[in-house]
């Protein structure tokens, strides 16, 4: 095919009537949604796996708490990573004009992404007398991310998303 051709298939692709920019929060928000939901994926299944087994230590009475971050954990990453494949539509189908919400909104669910399963994660790791470990402080940051980037996200698509 020629990029001569009108009819030609580059030209009616999405990712050629993008800007670069789009394309660029198109591709990472892609790859980063569809590899963190393989690795979230996984992470059920290895706590299936526990539960499957009755290990001790995710089981026991007094495990409760790890067994509900590790949960939470599973859910949030999960859902976050649906979230990525869907701001990476997004992202592709808003104009050039796009651009300056999106270089916020970005990093900050990004930032999500890490912080609010990570935090659960890790506050199931280490459990203190049925309390979450530390790395329960980092959840209300990735919430506080997570805010910022839906708003923003919500309120450039409001304002460049009506095309005609």
Known sequence: ??????????????AAAASAGDFDYFVRHMKFGWWS?????????????????????????????RRLMFQLAHAH???FSVLHIVFALTARAMPASADSWLKLAS??????????????????????????GLGIFLVPIG??????????????????????
């Open 77 to 79: 990453g999960t859902l």
């Open 143 to 164: 919430a506080l991310t997570m805010f910022i980037a839906v708003f923003v996200t919500a309120r450039g698509v409001g304002r460049d998303g009506g095309r005609g």
């Open 37 to 65: 939901l393989f690795l979230f994926m996984a992470l059920g299944f290895f706590l299936e796996y526990l539960h499957g087994f009755k290990v001790g230590w995710y089981l026991n009475v007094g495990n409760e708490m």
């Open 107 to 132: 990093p900050l669910l990004m930032a999500t992404s890490i912080l609010m399963p990570g935090g659960f994660f890790l506050g199931g790791v280490w459990i203190y007398d049925g309390d979450p």
């Open 1 to 14: 095919m020629s990029d001569s051709n009108p009819g030609s298939d580059q030209e009616s692709t999405p």
